[in-house]
C-alpha cells in the first residue's frame, strides 16, 4: 500500500509531500501520521519544502471525519482528537528550526491553507489558489487560520477572506500578500529551486537565530488552536453545522 506521504533529503533540503491525489491531499489521519513521521525524519534540514501532489495543494483537514461525525457515525470528541493532531502538525512546521516553504501548485484549501500560511514563505505558480472556506462545513476557522492569516494580512483583511470563504486565485493572492512568489507553470519548479537555494546558501545558526527571532510570537498560535477546536465542538452540536454539511454532500 502506497505511503500518503513521502519525504526526501537531500543536500541540506527536506522536501515532504503529501501524495493522497485521490482524496485530493486532505489532512486524514493516514496524511497526519505520514506527516508526523516525515518530521520526525528531517529535523536537521536546513530547509523544509511542503508540496501536495497533483494538482491539489491541500483541500482541507480531515472532511470524511466532519462528514461521519455529522452523520452520527463518528463522536465530537473522536473528531476533536483528530484535529488537534492536524493542529499538532501545524504547529510543528510553524517551529520548524529552520526556513520552510508551501509549494502551492494547486487549490489549498481550509485547514490546507492553514496549512501553507504555517510556513515562512508561500511559493505559487499560477494555478496555485488559496482560500478559507471553513463555513462551508458549518464550521470555524481551524488550523491555526484565527492567529496565521490576520498575521499575514492584517485583521480587517482576515475577516473579509474568513467571513466570505472566497477561494483566490494566484494574481488576487499576491495582491493580498498572501503568496511571497509567483512563478508560471512552467518556471515554478525553477523559480521555487532557486529561491531554496538561496534560503540554504546562509549558514546555518544565523537563519536558526533569525527565524527564532521571527517567530517569537508564534507561541500564540497554540493558544489560538485551543480556542478553534473549544469553539468547534460548539457548533459541532448545531443544527447548522449538520445542514451545511447535508449541503456539502448534495452538491459532492
Given at each position: 500500500?502506497?505511503?500518503?506521504?513521502?519525504?526526501?533529503?537531500?543536500?541540506?533540503?527536506?522536501?515532504?509531500?503529501?501524495d493522497a491525489e485521490a482524496t485530493r491531499n486532505v489532512l486524514n489521519?493516514?496524511?497526519?501520521?505520514?506527516?508526523?513521521?516525515?518530521?520526525?525524519?528531517?529535523?536537521?534540514?536546513?530547509?523544509?519544502?511542503?508540496?501536495?501532489?497533483?494538482?491539489?495543494f491541500c483541500a482541507g483537514g480531515d472532511v470524511t471525519g466532519v462528514?461521519?461525525?455529522?452523520?452520527?457515525?463518528?463522536?465530537?470528541?473522536?473528531?476533536?482528537?483528530?484535529?488537534?493532531?492536524?493542529?499538532?502538525?501545524?504547529?510543528?512546521?510553524?517551529?520548524?528550526?529552520?526556513?520552510?516553504?508551501?509549494?502551492?501548485?494547486?487549490?489549498?484549501?481550509?485547514?490546507?491553507?492553514?496549512?501553507?500560511?504555517?510556513?515562512?514563505?508561500?511559493?505559487?505558480?499560477?494555478?496555485?489558489?488559496?482560500?478559507?472556506?471553513?463555513?462551508?462545513?458549518?464550521?470555524?476557522?481551524?488550523?491555526?487560520?484565527?492567529?496565521?492569516?490576520?498575521?499575514?494580512?492584517?485583521?480587517?483583511?482576515?475577516?473579509?477572506?474568513?467571513?466570505?470563504?472566497?477561494?483566490?486565485?494566484?494574481?488576487?493572492?499576491?495582491?493580498?500578500?498572501?503568496?511571497?512568489?509567483?512563478?508560471?507553470?512552467?518556471?515554478?519548479?525553477?523559480?521555487?529551486?532557486?529561491?531554496?537555494?538561496?534560503?540554504?546558501?546562509?549558514?546555518?545558526?544565523?537563519?536558526?537565530?533569525?527565524?527564532?527571532?521571527?517567530?517569537?510570537?508564534?507561541?500564540?498560535?497554540?493558544?489560538?488552536?485551543?480556542?478553534?477546536?473549544?469553539?468547534?465542538?460548539?457548533?459541532?452540536?448545531?443544527?447548522?453545522?449538520?445542514?451545511?454539511?447535508?449541503?456539502?454532500?448534495?452538491?459532492?
Open positions: 500500500m502506497a505511503t500518503p506521504v513521502r519525504s526526501e533529503f537531500a543536500d541540506d533540503i527536506a522536501t515532504v509531500t503529501i489521519p493516514a496524511v497526519v501520521a505520514g506527516l508526523e513521521d516525515a518530521l520526525d525524519d528531517i529535523s536537521g534540514a536546513r530547509c523544509l519544502v511542503v508540496q501536495g501532489a497533483g494538482e491539489t462528514i461521519r461525525e455529522a452523520t452520527g457515525d463518528l463522536s465530537a470528541d473522536a473528531l476533536l482528537d483528530r484535529l488537534a493532531a492536524i493542529d499538532d502538525i501545524i504547529r510543528r512546521i510553524a517551529h520548524f528550526p529552520a526556513p520552510t516553504i508551501a509549494a502551492v501548485d494547486g487549490p489549498a484549501f481550509g485547514t490546507g491553507a492553514s496549512l501553507a500560511l504555517a510556513c515562512d514563505l508561500i511559493v505559487a505558480s499560477t494555478a496555485g489558489k488559496i482560500g478559507f472556506g471553513f463555513r462551508r462545513l458549518g464550521l470555524a476557522p481551524a488550523g491555526g487560520a484565527t492567529y496565521l492569516l490576520p498575521e499575514a494580512v492584517g485583521l480587517a483583511t482576515a475577516k473579509e477572506l474568513l467571513f466570505t470563504g472566497a477561494l483566490l486565485d494566484a494574481t488576487q493572492a499576491d495582491q493580498y500578500g498572501l503568496f511571497d512568489r509567483v512563478f508560471g507553470v512552467e518556471e515554478f519548479h525553477r523559480g521555487l529551486a532557486q529561491l531554496v537555494g538561496r534560503l540554504v546558501d546562509a549558514p546555518r545558526p544565523v537563519q536558526a537565530a533569525t527565524k527564532r527571532a521571527l517567530g517569537a510570537d508564534r507561541e500564540q498560535l497554540v493558544a489560538a488552536m485551543a480556542a478553534e477546536r473549544a469553539t468547534q465542538r460548539h457548533l459541532l452540536e448545531t443544527a447548522a453545522h449538520r445542514e451545511c454539511v447535508q449541503t456539502f454532500l448534495d452538491g459532492a
